[in-house]
């Protein structure tokens, strides 16, 4: 879970302020997730256009008694393919509604039956923009509604994209600034880490690089324990914020 309690950027110089202190991918992904959801957004993604970028998802709940926190988990790189969300919002400058690609004439037959799990796990409709950085190291943005809610207006879209933007060359310059070899880590744990960050099991991971899954708990281990971390998805962001995933990999297996 990510808490926001010291990050409460509510404008854009505020969030600016926020992301030009953030010192790690951690707490610049606080500064965005705390400028959303005051603006009516409950879900946030990130996926990066490299083929071995993480696509994760951030999304804003309230349990029982329990103090809102947002929630992260991967997304499945493979069934992204089939999102004719991604590949639209490439295509444009302004953010693109969900609803909006779903009416779409030419889309597959795949496609439409994404458009159809999309919109009826998240019926309150999203938009999702292209940000850009040097280098070419773009990436896609995608942004959940909390209530169903009327277009916003071409302002309110065009701060929303300038926010994931201003984010987006933050966690550019984050990545360029810190050197992969910072904590440590050995060939075969950064490689054991980037298939973490597509989402890949330990088991999986074993298979994929031909060793046991015992070798790679143990290697597990030893990367949550030299970047500070207990789960997989803050090791991923660590890992991104040292620029340590930004080789592409292949997704296959």
């Given amino acids: 879970m990510i808490d926001l309690s010291q990050h409460s950027p509510k404008t854009l110089d505020e ?23 005051p603006h009516g957004i409950d879900l946030v993604s990130y996926h990066g256009d490299s083929a071995g970028a993480p696509a994760i998802l951030y999304r804003y709940e309230a349990t029982g008694a329990e103090t809102p926190r947002w929630h992260s988990q991967f997304l499945d790189v493979e069934t992204l393919r089939e999102s004719p969300v991604e590949a639209i919002a490439r295509q444009q400058v302004l953010p693109v509604y969900w609803s909006a690609v ?9 496609e439409r039956a994404y458009m159809d799990r999309l919109l009826g796990r998240y019926p309150n ?3 999702s923009l292209k940000v850009h950085g040097p280098g070419g190291d773009s990436a896609v943005v995608g942004l959940g509604f909390a209530a169903k809610q009327a277009r916003l207006s071409a ?4 701060k929303l994209l300038c926010a994931a933007q201003i984010a987006h060359l933050r966690y550019c310059a984050l990545a360029e600034s ?6 440590g880590l050995s060939p075969r744990e950064v490689e ?29 281990r030893r990367i949550f324990a030299k970047l500070d971390v207990n789960d ?17 990999k292949d997704n296959s297996p």
């Fill in 15 to 37: 969030l600016v302020q926020c992301c030009q202190h953030a010192m790690t991918a951690a707490s610049l992904l606080a500064c965005g997730l705390a400028y959303y959801q």
């Fill in 102 to 110: 779903s009416k779409e004439a030419r889309l597959t037959r795949a």
């Fill in 125 to 127: 409709d999203g938009i």
């Fill in 155 to 158: 302002i309110a879209l065009y």
């Fill in 178 to 183: 810190q050197s992969p070899r910072d904590f």
């Fill in 192 to 220: 054991v880490l980037e298939w973490i960050a597509t989402g890949k099991s330990n088991g999986v991971i074993a298979e994929i690089l031909g060793i046991s899954p015992h070798t790679v708990d143990t290697i597990v």
């Fill in 232 to 248: 997989r998805t803050t090791a991923a962001i660590r890992g991104l914020g040292a620029g340590l995933l930004r080789r592409p």
